[in-house]
C-alpha cells in the first residue's frame, strides 16, 4: 500500500531592504520554461581550412562554444569525428568539412554541429624562358620554356594555351645580353 503525502509550497521573496514579501498571484504562477529545464547545447564548429592542389589535407581543426556556469572545454572528453571528401586529386574548389559526433562527450551538455570549408587553391607553377642566341642581323628565333613545380606526376600535357614570350632585341640591336620576358 502506498502513502501519498500532500505538501502546500509556499513562495517567498525577500524584498532588496530585507522584508520578507508575500507572493502575488503572477509570482506564484512563475515556473521555469521548458528551455531554462533544457540541457544546454555546445556547438561544435569546424574551422575553415585550405590546401595547395596535390598536398595532403591539413590536420583540421574545430572549437566548442556555449558552455555555462563559467565551464569550459575541460568538462568534454573525446573528440568529433571530422572528415572532406577531398583527396590530393581533388580539384581546385571548396568542399564541406563534415563534423559529427565521435566519441565526443559532457556530463551536462548536448551537442550541435557546424561544418566547415576546405579551399583547395591551384598549385603554382614556375615558366622560365629558355636562354636563346642568334647571329646579328637575323630574326630572333622562336623562344622555348621550361614549366616547374607540377605535382601528383602531372606534366605540360595539362596545361592549355603556351605564354607569349617576347624581348627588346631586334635583328640591328648590338651584341649584348638582353632577357626574355614573359607577360
Do not use: C, M, W
Amino acid at each position: 500500500r502506498v502513502q501519498v503525502h500532500h505538501f502546500a509550497v509556499a513562495l517567498h521573496l525577500l524584498a532588496a531592504d530585507g522584508r520578507l514579501e508575500h507572493p502575488t498571484p503572477a509570482h506564484a504562477a512563475e515556473q521555469p520554461s521548458a528551455e531554462a529545464l533544457a540541457t544546454p547545447a555546445l556547438t561544435v564548429t569546424a574551422g575553415d581550412d585550405e590546401k595547395i592542389y596535390g598536398s595532403a589535407n591539413p590536420t583540421f581543426t574545430y572549437t566548442i562554444t556555449g558552455f555555462v556556469n563559467g565551464e569550459n572545454a575541460s568538462v568534454v572528453s573525446g573528440s568529433p569525428s571530422i572528415a572532406t571528401p577531398a583527396v590530393p586529386a581533388s580539384p581546385v574548389g571548396d568542399y564541406t568539412i563534415t563534423i559529427t559526433q565521435g566519441n565526443l562527450s559532457a556530463a551536462n551538455y548536448s551537442f550541435t554541429f557546424v561544418n566547415g570549408t576546405l579551399s583547395v587553391e591551384p598549385a603554382l607553377l614556375t615558366v622560365t624562358a629558355d636562354n636563346a642566341t642568334r647571329a646579328f642581323g637575323s630574326e630572333n628565333p622562336t623562344f622555348t620554356y621550361t614549366v616547374e613545380g607540377f605535382v601528383l606526376g602531372e606534366d605540360e600535357t595539362v596545361l592549355s594555351g603556351r605564354p607569349q614570350i617576347t624581348t627588346t632585341a631586334t635583328p640591328r640591336s648590338p651584341i649584348h645580353n638582353d632577357p626574355s620576358t614573359i607577360p
